[in-house]
């Protein structure tokens, strides 16, 4: 079943805006992360945020975790047309075991 | 360090049939999962390995489906007597075993078209 859910699921700017997605979970995790996809292909990793901390940056990203709300957020900033994609946010629910549960997405579509 | 990789990447087949899909995990990863994404949805887990053992299935992962990874290496995933149901995309992704597990490297997948 899904653990995340993504919100919005479409979201349309322009080039140089900045995008901002939400994920909420159920479940006690050890740490959240975010995907991106391509249409039609793989996933691929952005960002891990642990549940002891709160934000994380990595170059044009920005990521913040609430544990009390059992929320999350990504944002994009100065967006680029390239970042148009599929974002996924992903959690372990508690296990150490490496499994991931993802939720339905975030299609994103940057307009030059 | 080529990536995971997936073969085919394109399978046509009439309901009824067997199919057989192989994943190359990145050469030092222990850990290989397979995941199922239908359109529109995220990736749904289906089984997980640390080198040739299985150690977990979903039950999305029905009898019709087995996986197996011999040596610890490659891995296979085959579904017998497919469904139109069974039509998704099957992602395949491995891990590191140390530091930096949690972070999965994924394949471009498989689409598997039931007709």
């Known amino acids: 079943s899904q653990q995340g859910e993504e919100d919005p699921q479409a979201l349309s700017i322009q080039e140089g805006e900045n995008a901002t997605m939400n994920c909420s979970y159920k479940?006690?995790?050890?740490?959240l992360q975010w995907y991106r996809q391509n249409s039609g292909r793989g996933l691929v990793h952005l960002i891990l945020?642990?549940?002891?901390?709160r934000e994380k940056h990595s170059g044009r990203l920005r990521v913040t975790l609430d544990t009390s709300k059992k929320s999350s957020s990504l944002l994009i900033t100065a967006s680029r047309a390239a970042d148009t994609a599929s974002y996924f946010c992903a959690t372990d629910r508690g296990s150490t075991l490496g499994r991931l549960y993802f939720g339905r997405g975030t299609q994103l579509t940057v307009w030059p | 360090d080529t990536g995971v990789s997936q073969d085919p990447r394109h399978k046509i087949t009439k309901r009824g049939q067997n199919v057989t899909f192989r994943c190359d995990p990145i050469s030092e990863h222990n850990r290989l999962y397979w995941y199922r994404q239908t359109l529109g949805q995220g990736p749904e887990f289906l089984t997980y390995?640390?080198?040739?053992?299985?150690?977990?299935k979903s039950r999305l992962l029905s009898d019709r489906f087995s996986a197996e990874r011999p040596k610890g290496s490659f891995s296979t995933l085959e579904i017998q007597r497919t469904e139109q149901g069974d039509s998704a995309m099957y992602l395949c992704?491995?891990?590191?075993?140390?530091?930096?597990?949690?972070?999965?490297?994924f394949g471009s997948g498989t689409q598997l078209s039931v007709l």
């Open positions: 390995f640390q080198n040739e053992a299985q150690l977990e």
């Open positions: 992704a491995s891990s590191y075993p140390g530091q930096g597990r949690e972070k999965l490297f």
């Open positions: 945020i642990r549940s002891n901390e």
């Open positions: 479940t006690s995790i050890n740490n």
